[in-house]
């Protein structure tokens, strides 16, 4: 099982990113999938959830309608389009699967429900 975040770098304030997420070696249609952050000196912290269909998102309210999470489960992949970036918007971003959700499982903020986790990708927005 692994998961391979990219996309990360440096952008200005008020910029834009996309990062991706790759799956391999497990079911990933079945498993919701989320992004999380960290920055220097804090906890992780939930961004964004979505369903394993895709058709249900959840975001934290500090980035809710400046990002946008997505997936393709025929490429195993998920997406998270960052719009509008802040300086604090700055941290290391991990991708995280619940593989253990059932169609019917609400998308977690709580880390300790996802037990796939990806190697993380830094974003660097300069004021």
């Known amino acids: 099982v692994q998961l391979q975040a990219s996309g990360g770098g440096l952008v200005q304030a008020g910029g834009s990113l996309r990062l991706s997420c790759a799956a391999s070696g497990y079911t990933f249609s079945r498993s919701n999938m989320a992004w999380f952050r960290q920055a220097p000196g804090k906890e992780r912290e939930f961004v964004a959830a979505?369903?394993?269909?895709?058709?249900?998102?959840r975001y934290a309210d500090s980035v809710k309608g400046r990002f946008t999470i997505s997936r393709e489960n025929a490429k195993k992949t998920i997406y998270l389009q960052m719009d509008s970036l802040k300086p604090e918007d700055t941290a290391v971003y991990y991708c995280?699967?619940?593989?253990?959700?059932?169609?019917?499982?609400?998308?977690?903020?709580?880390?300790?429900?996802?037990?796939?986790w990806g190697q993380g990708t830094l974003v660097t927005v300069s004021s």
């Open positions: 979505v369903s394993r269909s895709g058709g249900t998102t």
């Open positions: 995280a699967g619940d593989s253990r959700a059932i169609l019917t499982s609400p998308l977690r903020s709580d880390p300790t429900f996802y037990d796939y």
